[in-house]
Protein backbone atom coordinates (compact mmCIF):
# COMPACT_ATOMS: atom_id res chain seq x y z
CA UNK A 1 0.00 0.00 0.00
CA UNK A 2 2.71 2.43 0.58
CA UNK A 3 3.95 1.78 -2.95
CA UNK A 4 0.16 2.95 -4.21
CA UNK A 5 0.41 5.68 -1.53
CA UNK A 6 3.59 6.88 -3.42
CA UNK A 7 2.75 6.57 -6.66
CA UNK A 8 -0.79 8.39 -6.05
CA UNK A 9 0.85 11.18 -4.26
CA UNK A 10 2.95 11.28 -7.05
CA UNK A 11 0.50 11.38 -9.58
CA UNK A 12 -1.25 14.44 -7.53
CA UNK A 13 1.55 16.45 -7.45
CA UNK A 14 2.15 15.69 -11.43
CA UNK A 15 -1.49 16.84 -11.72
CA UNK A 16 -0.56 19.94 -9.79
CA UNK A 17 2.16 20.85 -12.18
CA UNK A 18 -0.09 19.98 -14.88
CA UNK A 19 -3.00 22.51 -13.78
CA UNK A 20 -0.26 25.29 -13.21
CA UNK A 21 1.19 24.76 -16.37
CA UNK A 22 -3.01 24.59 -17.94
CA UNK A 23 -2.89 27.97 -16.19
CA UNK A 24 0.20 29.50 -17.21
CA UNK A 25 -1.01 28.52 -20.91
CA UNK A 26 -4.63 30.31 -20.36
CA UNK A 27 -2.68 33.45 -19.14
CA UNK A 28 -0.38 33.48 -22.28
CA UNK A 29 -3.50 32.07 -24.28
CA UNK A 30 -4.98 35.46 -23.16
CA UNK A 31 -2.38 37.51 -23.90
CA UNK A 32 -2.17 37.01 -27.44
CA UNK A 33 -5.35 37.44 -27.63
CA UNK A 34 -5.59 40.86 -26.79
CA UNK A 35 -2.39 41.65 -28.41
CA UNK A 36 -4.07 40.09 -31.85
CA UNK A 37 -6.85 42.04 -31.45
CA UNK A 38 -4.81 45.47 -30.79
CA UNK A 39 -2.69 44.34 -34.04
CA UNK A 40 -6.16 43.83 -35.89
CA UNK A 41 -7.11 46.96 -35.02
CA UNK A 42 -3.98 48.56 -35.79
CA UNK A 43 -3.87 46.64 -39.62
CA UNK A 44 -7.06 48.38 -40.04
CA UNK A 45 -6.30 51.89 -39.20
CA UNK A 46 -2.87 51.21 -41.12
CA UNK A 47 -4.88 49.82 -43.85
CA UNK A 48 -7.24 52.68 -44.35
CA UNK A 49 -4.51 55.55 -43.79
CA UNK A 50 -2.81 53.33 -47.01
CA UNK A 51 -5.59 53.54 -48.96
CA UNK A 52 -6.06 57.66 -48.04
CA UNK A 53 -2.36 58.12 -49.53
CA UNK A 54 -2.54 55.80 -52.56
CA UNK A 55 -5.45 58.15 -53.58
CA UNK A 56 -3.30 61.27 -53.06
CA UNK A 57 -0.85 59.57 -54.81
CA UNK A 58 -3.27 58.73 -57.21
CA UNK A 59 -3.97 61.90 -57.76
CA UNK A 60 -0.53 63.14 -58.81
CA UNK A 61 -0.21 63.38 -62.37
CA UNK A 62 -3.55 64.79 -62.53
CA UNK A 63 -2.22 67.53 -60.12
CA UNK A 64 1.50 68.00 -62.53
CA UNK A 65 -1.54 68.35 -65.67
CA UNK A 66 -2.98 71.07 -63.73
CA UNK A 67 -0.01 73.03 -62.84
CA UNK A 68 1.84 72.57 -66.29
CA UNK A 69 -1.44 74.01 -67.44
CA UNK A 70 -1.52 77.16 -64.72
CA UNK A 71 2.06 77.21 -65.51
CA UNK A 72 1.45 78.14 -69.28
CA UNK A 73 -1.67 80.27 -68.76
CA UNK A 74 0.67 82.17 -66.10
CA UNK A 75 3.39 82.62 -68.92
CA UNK A 76 1.60 83.59 -71.83
CA UNK A 77 0.07 86.03 -69.40
CA UNK A 78 3.71 87.60 -68.12
CA UNK A 79 4.06 87.84 -71.68
CA UNK A 80 1.26 89.26 -72.98
CA UNK A 81 1.94 91.81 -69.43
CA UNK A 82 5.18 92.60 -70.57
CA UNK A 83 3.98 93.55 -74.15
CA UNK A 84 0.92 96.01 -73.00
CA UNK A 85 3.46 97.25 -70.29
CA UNK A 86 5.85 98.28 -72.91
CA UNK A 87 2.89 99.60 -75.00
CA UNK A 88 1.99 101.82 -72.37
CA UNK A 89 5.67 102.69 -72.30
CA UNK A 90 5.72 104.01 -75.80
CA UNK A 91 2.14 105.45 -75.52
CA UNK A 92 3.64 107.66 -72.85
CA UNK A 93 6.46 108.80 -74.44
CA UNK A 94 4.51 109.55 -77.50
CA UNK A 95 2.06 111.73 -75.22
CA UNK A 96 5.10 113.48 -73.91
CA UNK A 97 6.31 114.44 -77.38
CA UNK A 98 2.84 115.30 -78.55
CA UNK A 99 2.53 117.74 -75.36
CA UNK A 100 5.95 118.89 -75.79
CA UNK A 101 4.91 119.81 -79.84
CA UNK A 102 2.06 121.30 -78.63
CA UNK A 103 3.76 123.64 -76.27
CA UNK A 104 6.49 124.22 -79.13
CA UNK A 105 3.67 125.38 -80.95
CA UNK A 106 1.86 127.47 -78.78
CA UNK A 107 5.54 128.99 -78.01
CA UNK A 108 6.18 129.89 -81.35
CA UNK A 109 2.33 131.24 -82.17
CA UNK A 110 2.91 133.17 -78.86
CA UNK A 111 6.33 134.39 -80.82
CA UNK A 112 4.97 134.97 -84.16
CA UNK A 113 1.65 137.21 -82.33
CA UNK A 114 4.11 139.34 -80.18
CA UNK A 115 6.32 140.03 -83.15
Given at each position: ???????FENLQSQLKLREGEIVQLQFEISNLERSRAIMAEELVKLTTQNEEL???????PKLRA???????????????????????????????DV????????DELLKQRLT
Amino acid sequence: MGGESSIFENLQSQLKLREGEIVQLQFEISNLERSRAIMAEELVKLTTQNEELQEKVDEIPKLRAQLWDIDQRYNTILQMYGEKAEEAEELRLDLEDVKNMYKTQIDELLKQRLT
